[in-house]
């Protein structure tokens, strides 16, 4: 049976000689199909199936895994692979986006819009792409049930935070007057991390407002570094993604310091 799809490349093996194994991010989700040939430089699927390329896959499939016939690319992308900076950014929303999401007919259409926003984002440098990677966490967050309220504490509920302090053991903000209440505290596992006070609300702003809406967004280094840590955590302790791709991009930011403003 061939069928066409909406789709954006996610994940690009080579298996064999001349063959590729590919992962799509459909609307429906997740689809991984062969790509016969895509490795030989003259194949017509060799550009398709690059990574993040979006388009109308057509796919053939009778039991198992499907084979892929033609890409009509709608978005090559192709800005996202000019520079190594927001290549390694890209493969990471890839590896995000691949993590959260549930294979074909079992994903979510609101998934692959958001990702598609991300891509979008990164590639027209709206933003410096740690800016926009952080963004991009947090949406990723909340998509899974991983991110607290931002705004409001996670011990009293009190709400609109002023001088609170992120908890990494409870993965959320604490108020300044709970807060106190742990200040003698010896037991590592309590310590706080005081944070620029915007930093709540920014991180809510992320969450919740869409890409189209978010407008240029410009970080103090002081304010990116702590939400950087802080989406660390919520990442790798309450989500459980820590993508491989993900220590690469420290390295290649000390490579590139003048985006991170
Ligand atoms: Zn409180």
Known sequence: MLYNTEAIVVRSIAYGESDAIVTLLTPGGLVAVMARGAKKPQSRLAAGVQLCVQGTFTLYRRSGMGTL????????????????????????FCELVAAISEEAPNGSEVVYRLFAGALDRLEMQESPPPVTARIWETKILRLVGASPDWTTCVHCHREGLENAAYSPREGGFVCELCASKYAGNRDPGQSMWVTPSSVPKILKSFEIVPWNRL?????????????????????RDFAGLWPRSRSFLDSIDEVYPDTQE
């Open 69 to 92: 016939s033609q890409v009509e690319m709608v978005n090559s992308r192709r800005g996202l692979r000019e520079d190594l900076q927001r290549a390694a950014y890209a493969a990471y």
């Open 215 to 235: 407008g240029s967004v410009r970080l103090s280094q002081a304010t990116l570094e702590a939400i950087k840590r802080i989406l660390e955590v919520q990442l």
